[in-house]
Structures are given as C-alpha cells and as structure tokens.
C-alpha cells in the first residue's frame, strides 16, 4: 500500500528555517513526482512547488523563488521541503503528495497527513 | 497568472444533486482535478482529468469541463459528503499549478 508519511509539528521564530520531510513507501519512489502543498488556518490550497525524483528537476510557485528547496534521497525514497526567512504568514499545515503520471500538472492521488509549522515569536 | 473561480459555498439537502464550478478563461482546454477535504484531513482526490473517477470514488461523483466552467456534480448526496472541495488546474503559460478558492459544501 502506498503511503507518505510527514515529519512532525515545528515551531519556529521569524527568519528561521524549517525542513519538512515525506517518507514514502509502497511504490517506487521515482516514477511518480512529489508535489508540496501548503495550507494556512482557515484558508484554502497553495501550491508551493513540484520535483521530478527521477532527475531531481524542480518547478517552484514564483513567490517562493528564491527561499524555497525541494530535495529528494532515493535511497531512503524521503522528498524533503526546505522553506528559509520565515514570516507569520509561513504559519500552516504543509502537505506533500504523488502525482499520477510523473507530471507536475497531474492530480495528486497520495497525500501525507499534514505538517503543522508555526511561526511565532 | 490563471484564476480559477470557485463559489464559497453550496447547500444541498440529503439525497439531492450538488453542483460545484470552477471557472477560468477557456478552461475547457485544460485538465481539472477536484479534491475534497474534511476538516482536520488531507484532500482526497475525486475526480481527475475533467472527469476520472479514481479507484474508491463513488460513482455519485463526476466531473465535466467545458468553455469558462468545469463542474463537479454529487448525485445523492449525502451527509458524509459535507466538506471542502477544490479544483485545480496546471497553467501551461507559466508551468504552474493553481488551485480554486474551495467551496465549502453543506448538507441541510
């Protein structure tokens, strides 16, 4: 069965940095593509980026550019999320999840459970 | 950049269709998924590609897409089917993934 299991709740201070990561399992890792989802309280989807775990070629939403990085290890079949300079507005639930067919525009048919990351000083 | 439009909210009483939209320019020409999500839950994908149905979707759930508007259509409703539903499109013009505002569904 496949699944994507996230890193725990992080509290974090203003202009720090956090690192999520998304443990997979059930099918091979590099096949599909790992999109990172973010949702603040209350409000809806926003996507963050996309990484190609074949090539490691990645495709970040233009107003993360710049303090975002997705990486992946095959070895460990983990995708990971680094988001740096945090502000208050970084305060959400950070999800991962597969794409069906290897494309960053695909649907996203696998999810993780969810990262809280809050940001407070 | 792509907008795609949702309406906040639907009401729909048991056993009746919802109807849930998502509108953008000529967004018949693009592929639009549809999520639902439960509070306190991660979004479950429903439909995919204006109107795939993955595997454990009930069949009460379709999808289609044509010129300004695809829509997502729940026959029978139930009470189960209360939650927040989502589409979202890829905007080719800047390699982007964009996501509807969601549209909350409540069920009288």
């Known amino acids: 069965q496949v699944h994507l299991v996230q890193s725990g709740a992080e509290v974090k201070k203003p202009g720090a940095s956090m690192k999520v990561s998304c443990k997979t399992s059930g099918y091979t890792f590099t096949t599909y593509g790992i999109t990172w989802v973010r949702q603040a309280p209350g409000q809806g989807l926003e996507w963050m980026g996309w990484i190609n775990t074949y090539s490691g070629n990645t495709n970040y939403a233009q107003k993360f550019q710049g303090r975002l990085t997705m990486t992946t290890d095959t070895a460990t079949t983990t995708a990971y999320m680094e988001l740096r300079s945090l502000g208050f507005d970084d305060t959400a639930v950070y999800y991962c999840?597969?794409?069906?067919?290897?494309?960053?525009?695909?649907?996203?048919?696998?999810w993780g459970q969810g990262t809280m990351v809050t940001v407070s000083s | 950049s792509y907008v795609v439009t949702q309406p906040p909210s639907v009401s729909v009483a048991p056993g009746k269709t919802a109807t849930i939209t998502c509108g953008g320019h000529n967004i018949g020409s693009k592929g639009v998924h549809w999520y639902q999500q439960k509070p306190g839950q991660a979004p479950v994908l429903v439909i995919s590609?204006?109107?795939d149905r993955p595997s454990g979707i009930p069949e009460r759930f379709s999808g289609s897409n044509s010129g300004n508007t695809a829509t997502l259509t729940i026959s029978r409703v139930e009470a189960g089917d209360e939650a927040d539903y989502y589409c979202?499109?890829?905007?080719?013009?800047?390699?982007?993934?964009?996501f509807g505002g969601g549209t909350k569904l409540t069920v009288l």
């Open positions: 999840a597969r794409d069906i067919g290897g494309f960053a525009g695909d649907a996203f048919d696998i």
């Open positions: 979202q499109v890829w905007n080719s013009g800047t390699d982007h993934v964009v």
């Open positions: 590609y204006d109107s």
